[in-house]
């Protein structure tokens, strides 16, 4: 399977989103149901999408590697390359103090 960057699932999490709430399944049960089951993953906590949620709101108001670590239930180096993908969409991450914060 592919793997799919931070950019691109956050594309198809905000598409999904746009289409359930336009209708956009039509009367097709099976096809909402699935949409809907699909974004609710895409958003939990154990989801690459949910994790770079949760420390995209933690690097708002700045963070330690440590803190990252105990919120997402993550290793350091998951939390470095989380890190990575932020800066490869183009995000900016400064460190001031010892906390991770988006510039």
Known sequence: MRQTSFLQ????????EFTSAKGGFGSNTKQKKAAT???????????LSGR?????DLLKTGATIA???RATR???RTIFRYL???EDAGLEIVIQKGKYRLA
């Open 37 to 47: 089951a699909l974004i609710r993953n895409m958003k939990s906590n154990t989801s």
């Open 84 to 86: 990575n993908h932020f």
């Open 9 to 16: 699932s956050q594309t198809i999490l905000r598409a999904l």
């Open 74 to 76: 993550s290793s350091r």
């Open 67 to 69: 803190e990252m670590i």
């Open 52 to 56: 770079h949620r949760q420390l995209r």
